[in-house]
């Protein structure tokens, strides 16, 4: 079975100028999360999705950062700007409930460097 | 909301046993307890979970005592590759929604 899938694994981008991420969860997962992890810190939730819906952004910060999850399948973070705080890598996960205690599946996370 | 406080790093020997404990005073009654273990470039991988006393699985076991404001994760005789960062994740469920709150991480070193 496939694992959730990230895209691009490394990103290196100037200040100012947008970004996307790309997550595909495992087939069948209603749940999709995207995190935020700096080095040396444990996962930080931006968002989590039951199926197209966000039940949970509230650590989003809504000015610059926007996801989607269109059809409830695959999901899309954007940053726009980016600003140097932003370096961190950025994990997407997955799980097959929505009671918030299942397990979640996690993707390599893409790792961004803003210069 | 649960807050959770682990020990920042650990260093142990090849065969031995290691205990990481995670303590989470503010734990509601509804919220599970799960662990997560990372090696460099990857995602948390699932270790164990659970709500309350014992806990076991082919790879650790997971001790929550009654009043359930701390949790420790086992890990019987460590080999060189459960070297890794294990995070404990507090689940809290209520009316107000769901929140997913990971602890600092504990960054296992295993010797030889």
């Known amino acids: 079975e496939a694992g959730v899938v990230q895209s691009p694994r490394y990103k290196i981008i100037e200040k100012k100028q947008p970004v996307a991420f790309w997550c595909n969860p495992i087939s069948g997962h209603n749940t999709l999360y995207w995190y935020l992890q700096n080095l040396g810190q444990g996962p930080e939730l931006l968002i989590r999705y039951e199926n197209e819906e966000a039940v949970d952004d509230s650590q989003l910060p809504k000015d610059r950062f926007s996801a989607e999850r269109l059809k409830g399948v695959d999901s899309t973070l954007k940053i726009q700007p980016a600003e140097l705080g932003d370096s961190a890598v950025y994990l997407c996960?997955?799980?097959?409930?929505?009671?918030?205690?299942?397990?979640?599946?996690f993707g390599p996370g893409t790792r961004l460097l803003v210069l | 909301l649960a807050k959770t406080t682990q020990p920042i790093s650990m260093d142990s020997y090849e065969g031995q046993e290691v205990n990481i404990t995670c303590s989470h005073n503010?734990?509601?009654?509804?919220?599970?307890i799960t662990w997560y273990q990372q090696f460099p470039s990857q995602g948390p991988r699932f270790i164990i979970q659970?709500?309350?006393t014992k806990v076991t699985n082919e790879v650790a076991s997971l001790f929550i005592p009654a009043d359930r404001k701390s949790s420790t994760l086992s890990l019987p005789r460590v080999s060189l590759s459960d070297t890794a960062v294990y995070y404990c994740?507090?689940?809290?469920?209520?009316?107000?929604?769901?929140?997913?709150?990971f602890g600092k991480g504990t960054t296992l070193s295993v010797s030889s």
């Open positions: 994740l507090v689940v809290t469920s209520n009316q107000a929604g769901t929140a997913l709150i």
């Open positions: 503010n734990i509601a009654t509804n919220d599970y």
């Open positions: 659970g709500y309350k």
């Open positions: 996960a997955s799980s097959l409930g929505t009671i918030g205690h299942e397990t979640q599946y």
